[in-house]
């Protein structure tokens, strides 16, 4: 029986066909082209393990696949490719996930959350306290979640997922959301949570705080593994990087 | 800080995705996690009725209201068209049918978008999706029942029976939220794929409504009109529903008989068609 907390994905692919309002868009731009329905290729081959008790950066830009990536490592979007294997329970609770419904208080949101995820009712209330004593967002937690500055929004989804205590965490994005003070509370807290031996996966901009904290990182560009190795020089390789080829990735970015 | 006590979530230690878009899931391991959850679904028609003010006073009154005046506006309507002549115990049938009818029509409302409008959910967190929809038959069912306390002193006030013939409503109603929850389900899953289906399911329910002996008494369907009542899915649950608070006694066994496997079916496949295809919403959304 294999150790908890790693993960192994074999020659993924993943591919994402939405058609949902947000994207009217890109829609039309499809339309134009006489084609009813398109799809987006995210993620392309690509293989890595993640043993356990490692912490695992990933970096790479806008639209180069790494939410995508997270969402199969959490059992969301099914390979269209390959084959993903979890040994353990994934945090199912991303950056993103909380405050689905916005008209809802941020309390019902955190329960309702939690409930989705397989925790009893008591567990969840009992979570609940610890959660908002993280957030630091007491006094806002029964307003509707439309009413949340988008810096309360991600603390309050950091806070969530750091507390649900999974055998792998991902975190996407969270980091950068808050105020200076909160940025170094929540960096703390991953500190903490990586030193655990626990397994991590970390989508995240700041790559200072990927080589501090990563053991690896992989390195994605437009869906494609770049680079796989220790995080130091994963970080390194993706900075010169930009440096060599900013302005076009720039425009990439649009 | 919760460190002890073991992890209440019980998903396999092992979890191996790979490509199966379309298909079954594994049926006695999706619902036992779906059970094992339904106090999501609950809590989520709990948080949706308090967001539409449903725990208010004037919320509760709105509710009941708002059917009440609908039979009040066929009942003038059915009136004119029949030159004034309604048989004993018309209202009451109209207000009843229409009651059952907002019942089975209102989850569907309601959960057409359950799907699609949980998209942030759906993307972010991987859980049994059919308890989205199911959610839903939960409110229309909070919905409901108050109604029945309106309906009480209308039954009474026709003079109609009340005999034990009336527990058949039992499991009349228990057929009618099994059709409820199956075209719940169908109607989520084809609005993932066809966006424009909640535009025209209002059309759709008043047809529905129209072509369901709610308006009119089964017995009254004139002859080369019968068909319709077997062909409509709500025809024959609603026809026993009516017979049965009409008369205090059983219904005919060839409603019961109809209505049953109408709801039954529609519930096969609604779930199997979700259940199927669930894997695929978040590829779609």
């Keep these: 029986m294999p150790v908890p907390g790693g993960a192994k994905l074999r020659e993924t692919r993943l591919t994402r066909s939405p058609a949902d309002p947000d994207r009217a868009a890109a829609r039309a731009a499809a339309r134009s082209q006489r084609r009813t329905s398109y799809t987006v290729e995210a993620v392309r081959h690509v293989s890595f393990d993640v043993p356990h008790g490692t912490v695992l950066g990933v970096v790479g830009s806008n639209g180069a696949g790494k939410s995508t990536l997270m969402r199969t490592l959490a059992g969301i979007l099914p390979p269209t490719e390959g084959r993903v294997v979890v040994e353990g329970r994934v945090s199912t609770l991303l950056a993103l996930g909380v405050g689905f419904n916005r008209k809802l208080s941020g309390r019902e949101n955190v329960i309702l959350g939690g409930l989705a995820a397989g925790l009893s009712r008591d567990a969840m209330e009992a979570k609940y306290e610890e959660i908002v004593a993280f957030a630091e967002l007491e006094e806002i937690m029964d307003l509707p979640m439309r009413t949340y500055s988008s810096g309360q929004f991600g603390r309050l989804a950091f806070a969530v997922a750091v507390t649900m205590e999974p055998d792998v965490l991902l975190i996407d994005e969270a980091l950068s959301v808050g105020d200076a003070r909160f940025r170094r509370k929540s960096t703390r807290k991953m500190k903490q949570l990586c030193r655990e031996d626990r397994t991590v996966v970390l989508v995240s901009h700041a790559l200072g705080t990927i080589k501090d904290l990563c053991d690896q990182a992989i390195w994605l560009d437009q869906g494609e593994l770049k680079l796989w190795d220790d995080a130091e020089t994963v970080v390194d390789a993706y900075t010169s990087f930009l440096d060599v080829d900013q302005d076009a990735l720039a425009l990439e970015d649009v | 800080m919760s460190t002890a006590a073991p992890s209440p979530l019980r998903q396999p230690e092992r979890q191996v995705f790979e490509k199966q878009v379309v298909g079954l899931p594994p049926l006695r391991e999706y619902l036992r996690n779906a059970w094992d959850r339904r106090e999501f679904a609950v809590e989520l028609s709990r948080t949706k009725l308090r967001s539409q003010h449903f725990d208010t006073a004037f919320g509760q009154l709105w509710l009941v209201l708002n059917p009440l005046l609908l039979a009040g506006v066929y009942f003038v309507l ?106 719940t389900m169908l109607t989520a899953a084809i609005q993932v794929y066809f966006r424009d289906l909640s535009s025209f399911l209002p059309y759709l329910l008043r047809i529905g409504l129209y072509a369901s002996p709610v308006l009119y008494f089964a017995s009254d369907v004139p002859h080369g009109y019968e068909w319709l009542l077997y062909v409509n899915p709500f025809g024959q649950v609603l026809a026993a529903w009516g017979d049965v608070l009409h008369t205090g006694t059983a219904p005919p066994a060839v409603s019961l008989a109809v209505g049953a496997a109408w709801s039954i079916g529609i519930l096969i496949v609604g779930s199997l068609v979700f259940m199927s295809r669930e894997r695929d919403f978040a590829v779609r959304l």
Excluded: C
């Design chain 2, 78 to 183: 059915v009136d004119i068209l029949r030159s004034g002549e309604h048989p004993k115990g018309f209202f009451a049938h109209l207000v009843i049918g229409i009651f059952a009818y907002y019942y089975i029509s209102g989850a569907m409302r309601d959960g057409v978008k359950s799907v699609t409008g949980g998209s942030r959910l759906i993307l972010n967190q991987s859980f049994p999706r059919v308890l989205l929809p199911l959610s839903s038959v939960i409110t229309a069912w909070k919905r409901f029942v108050p109604t029945l306390l309106i309906y009480v002193p209308v039954h009474v006030l026709s003079g109609l029976p009340i005999t034990f013939g009336l527990l058949w409503v039992v499991p009349i109603f228990v057929l009618m939220t099994l059709m409820a929850a199956g075209f």
